[in-house]
């Protein structure tokens, strides 16, 4: 991260050069700013400083709006309009190259938020251990966990498809060194930190702060999360148990379910549906570069983007979430256009929408994931019909056997957590081909299969050019 805070280091430098001539100066620390070890010295100051560690999960190339949409877009559920703004044609059109904005953008955020991370982990390590105390230090652990799980699978191969390959630099220690050049270890080694980080996180915490914190079990379906990405079937089955079954998570009804997406507002008692999510209020928001305007036509929205015909056929006449992929207009977008509702309040005067990150339904269907790859069917189409049947009773269910049976649990995953950024993943990891929607009229589309250099990332040219131990992705 070099290239990230070098010109901070510049800036420190030159002034203690020009200060030098005067020994008495240095003695002096600056009136306008604390030093590390002096920043966070109570309980207090780590609250504020987990405050703003999950204030930076909210930057546009972060939850905020890029990697939700990339995981549909560049799947096979969206497309951007011919009439666009400009934004996320790269992605759309699989077309980027080593300057790419979007990569450049996750890579940097990604590693502010673990540096925020790290500095928690490091001053709390120096004050007594209360449960408060514990309690962010275990959301701090989370917080890096889910960074560099977002930075391995956006910047690596996949793991189930060689774990071997360079990974991302892991960066588990607050470290202002300048000239520090970090490499990349193969991607089993950055999954082995996350695991140890969500070990972590798991012991530590023991309070439940609301959808919008990290807390224990939320940390555990974040767990059964990697451990699907690894193909850990046993691992991922132990994990998502465990926050389905202790987690005190419930699953909303259909009569509810669109409401659920229409409340702007974050859950700080109930545990309805959601594990964690980030949170964006009338105040802290990142204005018209919420995720809601790419999506929506009203309201000052962009409109840019539209499922798939083929997604929206998914859904039947009774399922609930038929009406957040909901026929509307576009201008300049010929046939029939289906848009996404699940973040209708982009203009709302008094809250904005969250981004939901962990929600019980995902973990419910990674639990009948994992029972498929153990061999147990009964169990597999079991837990896939709590969510199918919850989001639509009047289907009678799934009762396949046989390969068809995860085939079923992928359609259900791509209609439950379709505009939440999940299904490029699903793909990616199960080392899948399929053809991605340019645009719709007239349909144009590129065929993605296995070996698309597009499936990572490159690492961003600046990051290249200051650090000379992070070799670049192949094609790039």
């Known amino acids: 991260m070099k290239q990230t805070f070098l010109k901070l280091f510049i800036l420190t430098l030159a002034t203690v050069s020009l200060l030098a001539c005067n020994k008495s100066y240095l003695n002096d620390t600056p009136y306008t700013a604390n030093v590390l070890s002096s920043a966070i010295k109570t309980e207090g100051d780590l609250l504020v400083a987990a405050a703003g560690m999950y204030s930076s999960l909210r930057a546009t190339d972060l939850y905020g709006r890029t990697l939700p949409v990339k995981g549909d877009l560049m799947a096979d559920n969206t497309f951007v309009t011919t009439s666009n703004s400009g934004r996320y044609i790269t992605l759309n059109n699989y077309a980027f190259n080593n300057a790419d904005a979007y990569a450049l953008g996750i890579w940097q955020n990604a590693y502010i938020s673990i540096k925020y991370a790290n500095n928690i ?25 889910l960074m560099h799980f977002e930075l391995v699978r956006n910047f690596s191969t996949a793991y189930t498809v060689d774990s071997t390959k360079p990974g991302i630099p892991v960066i588990n220690a607050f470290n202002l060194d300048p000239y520090a ?13 996350i ?38 079937w046993a691992d991922a089955k132990t994990t998502a148990l465990d926050a389905i079954t ?26 309805s549906e959601t594990f964690f999510e980030v949170a964006s ?106 969510v199918a049947q919850q989001r639509d009773p009047s289907f ?55 070996g698309n250099i597009a499936l990572m990332f490159p690492i961003p040219i600046t990051e290249i050019n200051a650090n000379p131990n992070i070799a670049q992705n192949p094609g790039y």
Not at 203 to 229: C, D, I, P
Not at 348 to 376: M, Q, V
Request: charged residues 20%.
């Open 121 to 145: 982990i490091s001053a709390g390590a120096n004050l007594t251990n209360t449960v408060n105390v514990n309690q962010y230090l275990g959301e701090a652990y989370a917080v890096r966990a």
């Open 396 to 450: 009678a269910g799934w009762a396949d056997a046989g390969t068809q049976v995860l085939e079923d649990i992928l359609t259900e995953r791509r209609k439950e957590l379709a505009f939440e950024g999940n299904r490029f993943w699903d793909l990616v990891r199960l080392n899948r081909s399929w053809t991605k929607v340019k645009n719709q009229n007239p349909l144009t589309t590129v065929a993605v299969a296995p």
């Open 246 to 271: 202790n987690g005190g998570v419930t699953l909303l009804s259909s009569a509810t379910y669109a409401a659920y997406w229409a409340n702007p507002v974050v859950q700080s008692t109930t545990k």
């Open 195 to 232: 695991i140890s980080d969500l070990e972590n996180a798991y012991k530590l915490m023991t309070l439940y702060r609301g959808t919008a914190y990290f807390s224990k079990y939320a940390a555990r379906a974040l767990e059964a999360r990697v451990y699907q990405n690894m193909g850990d």
């Open 281 to 386: 209020d009338l105040t802290s928001n990142n204005g018209f570069d919420q995720i809601g305007f790419i999506y929506l036509t009203v309201g000052g929205g962009y409109g840019d983007i539209l499922a798939t015909p083929e997604l929206a056929g998914l859904y039947s006449a009774t399922d609930a979430r038929k009406a957040l992929c909901a026929v509307g207009t576009r201008t300049g977008q010929a046939g029939t256009v289906y848009l996404c509702q699940k973040y209708p309040n982009p203009a709302n005067g008094s809250d904005k929408d969250d981004t939901k990150i962990l929600r019980l339904s995902d973990i419910l269907l990674i639990a009948a994931e994992a029972y498929y790859n153990l061999g147990d069917i009964p169990n597999a189409n079991l837990y896939l019909n709590k």
């Open 181 to 193: 050049v970090p490499s990349r270890g193969a991607v089993k080694d950055v999954y082995k930190q």
